[in-house]
Each structure stands twice: as structure tokens, then as C-alpha cells.
């Protein structure tokens, strides 16, 4: 049983959550200033996965899942680890690190329209208004790029790609019986995601050696163990504690909390279009997370 206290803890480690990933975004263009994509994500992917191991045998919790499952487990890993953390960290180094967290939030989205189209969901009207709504997000973002035909489009493109990985990666999480520990679940999809940052590292990474600034150091450090490791850890506690749809406002609320912070600390702009923007975004994942309203029954008699 939830003791009393539990929605409150969970709703300040929301918050704790909300802010370290929001701001993170900005982060990543100070780190790939200095260091390649594939050096970046195998440092920041390495460090997540030793800290989540250790906090995974800390608590006693069972890495074991079953053998029919690994097909799968590696799926997700491409999609939530691979893909995600290459196209929405590269997006950064095309357009302002708050817009591209806005595109590589619409995960919930995408999750709607996958669903439309291949599991059979029915197109009802709040689901074509937060279709609307994500489009119109698009191309508020693109809108003031458009003359830089060779940036706006590629930003863009690999923000909602990672919005799409995120999603697909997500329904086979939600698909599949995996008869382990979701904290396992997360960890050996960290752990599989090493091995290819690591062979894009030798294959990708400019190997003339040079010893990256104190600032590149520490930021890359920072995103390994506070947004990618304990953060992690921080969202299945959450999971524990809220109902699914309470726990996913993180999906509104990191994106609002990445565009200040990138206005802030980097000095993007925060205009009209900006802000109507971020307004579309959080209407379309509102309009998708919002919980259907229960049907009533027709009274007889």
C-alpha cells in the first residue's frame, strides 16, 4: 500500500527531475564545441551504465531476463539509447538547444500516430488536434531558419527522430512481457547502447589527441552521472510512486524548462514564435496524455 507521503516525495523528485533534464540541453553544445558526438556519448553512456550497475546490485535487484526477450531488449536499446542520444544531442549543433528538445519531445506524438496506423487506434478529434498542434510546433520552429536551407531542416529532422526512436522504443517497452525488474530493463539497455557509441568512436572520432578544456570536461562528466545515470534512476523510482499519466508531465515540462534554460545560459532566443511554439508542443502532449473520459452508461428503467 502507497503510504500518505509517497505522492509528495514523488512529485519533488518530478521536479528535481523535470530540472535536470531541462537543463541539460543546453549543456550539449558547450560539450560537442570540443568533443565528437561519438566520444561525448561513449564517455556519458559509460559512466550511466557503471553508476546504474552498482545501483542495481546496491539495491539487490535481479539483472536476469529471459532469454526470449533479448531480441527485443536490444530493440529498444537502438531506439531509446542509440538513436535517441546520437540525433537529439547532434540536433543541438543545427538549431538552439531548446527547440530541439521541444521536437525530440514529441515522443507521446509519435507513440498516438504509430498506434493510428498500425495497432488499429481510432483517429478521434482530440487526437487530430494534437497532430495539428505538433505541426504547427515544427513549423513555428523552422519558420525564422528557413533561409538557411542547409541547418533548419537537418535540426529538425534529427530532433524528431529522436522523438520517433523514443517512441517506437517506448511501445516495445509497453508491448512486451519482460518478466524482469524494470530497473534491469533500463540497465541492460544502457549497457547494449555502449557497444556501438564505442565502435562509432573508433570508426568516427578524430584521433588527433588533444586535451579538451576544463569546461568540456566537467559538462561531459555532469551529463554522464547527474542527467543520465541518477536521473534514470530518479524516473523508475518516479514510476514506482505515480500513476503513468502524472509521471509523464515530465514530457511537458522538460521542454518548457530546456528553452528558459537555453535563453539563460546560452542566450537563445525567446521570442513570440518561440513561446507559440512551446504553446503548441504542450497542447499536442497535453491532448495525447490527457486521460480518456470514462463512458457512461445509459440508465434504463
Wanted: net charge positive; hydrophobic share 60%.
Amino acid at each position: 500500500m502507497t503510504s500518505p507521503a509517497a505522492p509528495t516525495q514523488a512529485l519533488l523528485l518530478l521536479l528535481a527531475l523535470t530540472l535536470m533534464w531541462g537543463t541539460n540541453w543546453p549543456l550539449f553544445p558547450m560539450a560537442l564545441a570540443e568533443i565528437s558526438i561519438w566520444t561525448f556519448r561513449t564517455i556519458t553512456v559509460g559512466l550511466a551504465t557503471l553508476l546504474l550497475f552498482g545501483f542495481a546490485l546496491w539495491r539487490g535487484v535481479s539483472l536476469v531476463v529471459p532469454r526470449r526477450n533479448w531480441a527485443w531488449l536490444v530493440l529498444a536499446s537502438l531506439c531509446n539509447l542509440v538513436i535517441w542520444n546520437l540525433t537529439s544531442a547532434l540536433a543541438t549543433t543545427y538549431m538552439h538547444s531548446g527547440q530541439a528538445a521541444v521536437l525530440s519531445y514529441t515522443m507521446p506524438l509519435w507513440v498516438a500516430l504509430i498506434s493510428i496506423l498500425f495497432f488499429g487506434e481510432r483517429l478521434t478529434l482530440r487526437l487530430a488536434a494534437a497532430l495539428a498542434c505538433g505541426l504547427a510546433t515544427v513549423l513555428l520552429l523552422m519558420w525564422p531558419n528557413l533561409g538557411h536551407a542547409s541547418r533548419a531542416p537537418i535540426g529538425a529532422l534529427l530532433g524528431l527522430t529522436a522523438g520517433l526512436a523514443w517512441a517506437v522504443g517506448t511501445l516495445v517497452l509497453k508491448r512486451i512481457d519482460w518478466g524482469a525488474p524494470g530497473l534491469a530493463i533500463t540497465v541492460w539497455q544502457i549497457a547494449l547502447s555502449w557497444l556501438p557509441m564505442m565502435l562509432g568512436t573508433l570508426v568516427f572520432a578524430d584521433w588527433n589527441f588533444f586535451w579538451p578544456g576544463t569546461r568540456s570536461i566537467v559538462v561531459v562528466l555532469y551529463i554522464g552521472l547527474i542527467p543520465m545515470a541518477i536521473g534514470t534512476a530518479i524516473w523508475f523510482a518516479i514510476v514506482g510512486l505515480l500513476p503513468t499519466n502524472v509521471a509523464a508531465l515530465s514530457s511537458i515540462a522538460v521542454p518548457i524548462v530546456a528553452m528558459i534554460s537555453g535563453a539563460l545560459i546560452n542566450s537563445e532566443p525567446l521570442g513570440i514564435l518561440q513561446i507559440a511554439a512551446l504553446l503548441c508542443a504542450v497542447s499536442a502532449i497535453w491532448l495525447v496524455l490527457r486521460p480518456q473520459a470514462p463512458v457512461r452508461a445509459s440508465r434504463t428503467g
